[in-house]
């Protein structure tokens, strides 16, 4: 029998480089965490379970980013936002393949999948970000 995957910011990232949306569904009251915790901030359980998010959902929320961090700064202006998913979970992400001017809060999404970038020191983590469908 497989060991269990440890709930940790590892292993979700693990789980995004297979293509995969990952969280944490606590077993005693079923809330979903996503990044994974160790500890449901609703009922303190530490009894985790990973399960399988939806990679679609609508934007609630963003910004454009104009004054980037090092490693984003050749991709400035860029949008990030928060992304509800289907089965209610909300996620950050960047917002791609879409002109700025035509971003609109409400619009659907989808998650796309990438390769880290082996130019930034750290983290060397496969990333994701949405696009509309």
């Known amino acids: 029998m497989a060991e269990p995957q440890a709930f940790t910011i590892e292993q979700f990232y693990k789980n995004i480089s297979q293509k995969k949306l990952m969280g944490g569904k606590c077993r005693?009251?079923?809330k979903i965490h996503l990044p994974p915790r160790p500890l449901c901030d609703k009922c303190l359980s530490t009894e985790f379970e990973w399960v399988e998010l939806p990679q679609k959902g609508k934007l609630l929320t963003y910004t454009i980013i104009h004054v980037a961090?090092?490693?984003?700064?050749?991709m400035a202006p860029y949008a990030v936002g928060i992304i509800q998913l289907e089965n209610g979970v909300?996620?950050?992400g960047m917002i791609r393949d879409?002109?700025?001017d035509k971003i609109k809060v409400g619009m659907r999404l989808k998650m796309e999948f990438e390769e880290p970038q082996h130019t930034q020191q750290w983290p060397q983590w496969p990333r994701y970000h949405f696009k509309p469908f």
Do not use: A, D, N, Y
């Open 28 to 30: 005693k009251c079923g």
């Open 69 to 74: 961090p090092t490693q984003f700064q050749s």
């Open 90 to 92: 909300k996620i950050p």
């Open 98 to 100: 879409v002109p700025l």
